[in-house]
């Protein structure tokens, strides 16, 4: 990926442009601020590209003799389409097999922040988090469910509100071994 530098200043003036070919006047009261709130926002929203797993990781990958499953649920996705640029949103599941290494729990949460702040799509956020996990723990195995609400698909085209997108990553012993796919599986169905 090309290291870019981020100018706020630059996309709020492209903003403003976006504005006035959509027909508003950027003087207007509501929107004299706007150009500047959408550019602040977009940068945060996309600020996965200004990450890297090593920088989010900051060493809290421990030294462990477990060999246990370990999974973290519900966590929240926010991402933008890279086709429309409009959000989706859901729910992602991580677990790995720890071979002598863990990962710190909230660390697996900031590893699907950084790439789920970035223009994407599900499918692919789905493998970067899965493959992020498996070379940062080290693991025997890694399991990732993704289930998301398209707001491209939900306000625009076929209009469906009540749609969600589920994907899946297995690698390693979750894709060798039919039983450590299953045990993932039922743990993260549970309540």
């Known amino acids: 990926m090309v290291e870019k530098r981020r100018n706020s200043d630059k996309i709020a003036t492209l903003v403003e442009q976006l504005l006035i070919e959509l027909g508003e006047d950027p003087a207007r009261e509501g929107l004299v601020a706007t150009p500047q709130r959408v550019a602040e926002s977009l940068l945060f929203l996309t600020g996965g590209?200004?990450?890297?797993?090593?920088?989010?990781?900051?060493?809290?990958?421990?030294?462990?003799?477990?060999?246990?499953?370990?999974?973290?649920?519900?966590?929240?996705?926010?991402?933008?389409?890279?086709?429309?640029?409009?959000?989706?949103?859901?729910?992602?599941?991580?677990?790995?097999?720890?071979?002598?290494?863990?990962?710190?729990v909230s660390k697996i949460a900031r590893l699907v922040d950084v790439f789920a702040r970035r223009l994407q799509i599900q499918e692919r956020l789905t493998e970067q988090v899965a493959e992020a996990v498996l070379e940062a723990a080290g693991a025997e195995g890694v399991g990732v469910v993704m289930e998301c609400r398209h707001l491209c698909m939900m306000m625009r085209g076929v209009e469906k509100q009540n749609s969600v997108m589920t994907t899946s990553t297995v690698l390693g012993s979750f894709r060798k071994d039919g039983n450590t796919r299953s045990e993932f599986l039922n743990l993260i169905r549970s309540k």
């Open 49 to 104: 590209y200004a990450s890297t797993v090593v920088e989010v990781l900051n060493n809290a990958v421990f030294q462990s003799q477990t060999n246990n499953m370990i999974i973290v649920r519900d966590i929240e996705v926010y991402s933008l389409c890279e086709h429309h640029m409009l959000p989706f949103y859901g729910r992602c599941h991580v677990g790995y097999v720890a071979k002598d290494k863990v990962l710190g």
